[in-house]
């Protein structure tokens, strides 16, 4: 497809064997159409002098540091192919078949948070430009990509989507454009949702979870190389669910005004069947076993029912991880 615009736009992914090292992208995936911005960093380094020929700054004075790239990468939460952006969002994986025999096209990955702050975990990603004039797509390579943030996110009548936000280390504008090799992949959306708190369902319009790694990017070091990111800060999970004042929502307020920690929230988006016949949907499925309710008490706001958003944090315990994302699909590797 060559049309000179967005809709000619690609990008791909790769893991990469050590931190900044490219890798060819094998694993191609639309984006949203909120569009992209991940964007170079070029910083300005002016020799400030006195003397010289002229009073005027002078274009010899400027050099220039190039500080890799950064920027938010928007998706749209697929059926398949979407393990890879797991990966790069949480750092760890198990992966199974839950029945071999009966079913054997679904595979189970389960991804957590790397309690390393996913040291030597990096991606190259290669999105394609396009340009207006000649329709040419324009590689840009970013080296040593870090997913720093992430927010899942679920609206009544929209697609279920991730927005990643990532640090690179590096842009590599002479690798060639790699021919993408795009998979089957069908949208989960809020129809396939659900949610519940403690086994019991709570009618959500919108569900808003976030997590910060706080990772600390700005590592430049004498010589013009980068070190890996590290933790700066304790990462931080947390969420908001937008809804109405109801029976349902009352043992979280209650939880909220004593202090207790409740759990587990369970968000589940199911979508069609992998095997026909076998009742195996693909799946995505946000666990979060403790979190603390943050706020707020139901506020009249007008004549229509009440509406609130409960906020929450995720917490963890020696036993759980804060925070576990399965996801049932076909694709065998993340």
Request: charged share 15%; net charge negative.
């Amino acid at each position: 497809m060559v049309t000179g615009t967005g809709l000619s736009a690609q990008l791909g992914m790769a893991t990469e064997a050590s931190y900044g090292t490219y890798a060819v992208p094998n694993r191609f995936l639309p984006f949203a159409a909120s569009g992209e911005s991940v964007a170079e960093v070029v910083e300005q380094i002016d020799a400030e002098v006195l003397g010289g020929p002229t009073p005027w700054r002078q274009a010899s004075a400027v050099r220039v540091h190039r500080k890799g790239a950064q920027g938010d990468i928007p998706f749209i939460v697929m059926n398949t192919a979407f393990g890879i952006v797991l990966l790069h969002a949480l750092g760890r994986v198990t992966t199974d078949r839950p029945d071999p025999v009966g079913r054997p096209n679904e595979y189970r990955h389960v991804f957590a948070p790397d309690p390393a702050g996913k040291r030597g975990l990096s991606a190259t990603v290669q999105i394609g430009r396009p340009r207006r004039d000649d329709t040419t797509v324009v590689p840009y390579t970013y080296l040593g990509g870090k997913i720093t943030k992430f927010e899942l996110s679920c609206s009544a009548g929209e697609t279920v989507q991730c927005t990643t936000t990532w640090d690179f280390v590096a842009v590599d504008m002479s690798k060639p454009l790699i021919t993408p090799s795009w998979p089957s992949t069908v949208p989960l959306t809020f129809v396939d949702a659900s949610l519940t708190v403690n086994g019991n369902p709570i009618p959500v319009r919108e569900l808003s979870l976030s997590f910060d790694w706080s990772l600390g990017t700005d590592n430049w070091v004498l010589g013009g190389s980068k070190a890996e990111p590290v933790f700066s800060d304790r990462p931080t999970i947390e969420g908001t669910l937008s809804t109405w004042y109801m029976a349902a929502v009352e043992p979280l307020l209650m939880a909220w005004r004593n202090g207790q920690a409740v759990g587990p929230l369970v968000f589940t988006a199911a979508y069609g069947e992998i095997t026909p016949g076998q009742n195996n949907p693909y799946r995505l499925v946000v666990e979060i076993p403790t979190l603390i309710i943050t706020g707020e008490p139901p506020q009249v706001g007008g004549p229509g029912p009440i509406e609130m958003d409960i906020t929450f944090e995720a917490r963890a315990t020696a036993a759980f991880a804060p925070l576990t994302i399965t996801y049932h699909t076909t694709d065998s590797t993340p």
